[in-house]
């Protein structure tokens, strides 16, 4: 099984662990977030143990293992992205598995359970774009959104488009839900290192909100923002942003 295959083989069964967990009526709330945190991270992190015993591992529920750091092949998962939009029996929750080489995002799986369907965007299958809305959509968080996205969408003409997780969001740009996905307000390396090699594999613009590169497997985990997008809208939103900044 290539690293891809195991990436989307993992996340999908994740995903079906994490409904069978929801739908069996024993948790709510917050304590179905929390089960269903440590039931998908216990299954991902065992597998990828025993599939790559030699690579490296991150993920948001263990304690960081820092000797990953001098690893080149570091995988780097998120069980629940979106544990509130999950306990709340919302749609746009997913579930992150990516592999990250020498720093970059390079084979990544994201499942979105919560559309039905066993829904998984992968970075070895990468599908056509869908055509773009005339004015951009931007996605933001439902309770934090971006002060930068709101401030750009305004300049460029867009809307704003609330949704929950940072996979789900990266997603709807690779669906054609949306154009951009401009977020500042702090995150980690599991919230975005599948979305990014999934995103980038379909041909989107992915970096930092000043254009720098994405580095994962750093020793601190906080990436402080993020921008997927149309690569058509890419310089524009760039340069908005630098204009903010200066």
């Not at 401030?151 to 997780?165: C, T």
């Not at 379909?202 to 497997?217: A, E, F, K, T």
Request: proline share 6%; charged share 25%; glycine share 10%.
């Amino acid at each position: 099984m290539t690293d891809a295959e195991l990436a989307a083989h993992l996340a999908e069964t994740a995903g079906r662990l994490l409904v069978d967990v929801r739908t069996s009526g024993v948790f709510t709330g917050k304590a179905l977030g929390k089960a269903g945190d440590a039931t998908a991270n216990e299954f991902l992190c065992h597998a990828i143990r025993h599939a790559r015993p030699d690579d490296g591992l991150l993920s948001e529920e263990e304690k960081d293992d820092t000797r990953r750091c001098a690893q080149s092949r570091v995988w780097i998962v998120d069980p629940v992205d979106g544990t509130r939009e999950y306990g709340e029996a919302r749609a746009d929750w997913a579930v992150h598995v990516a592999l990250a080489v020498d720093g970059i995002a390079q084979v990544g799986a994201v499942a979105l359970p919560g559309l039905g369907g066993g829904l998984v965007l992968r970075s070895d299958q990468p599908q056509p774009l869908p055509a773009m809305a005339e004015r951009p959509r931007f996605l933001v968080s439902r309770t934090r959104p971006a002060a930068e996205a709101h401030a750009v969408a305004e300049v460029l003409g867009g809307e704003l488009v609330p949704m929950g997780s940072a996979g789900a969001k990266a997603m709807a740009v690779v669906r054609g839900e949306a154009e951009v996905y401009l977020h500042s307000g702090g995150q980690y390396e599991w919230d975005s290192c599948a979305p990014v090699a999934v995103a980038a594999a379909h041909g989107l613009h992915c970096s930092r909100i000043d254009g720098s590169p994405l580095v994962y497997n750093q020793p601190d985990t906080y990436m402080p923002d993020l921008l997927i997008c149309r690569p058509e809208w890419a310089e524009r939103v760039l340069a908005e942003v630098a204009s903010l900044a200066g």
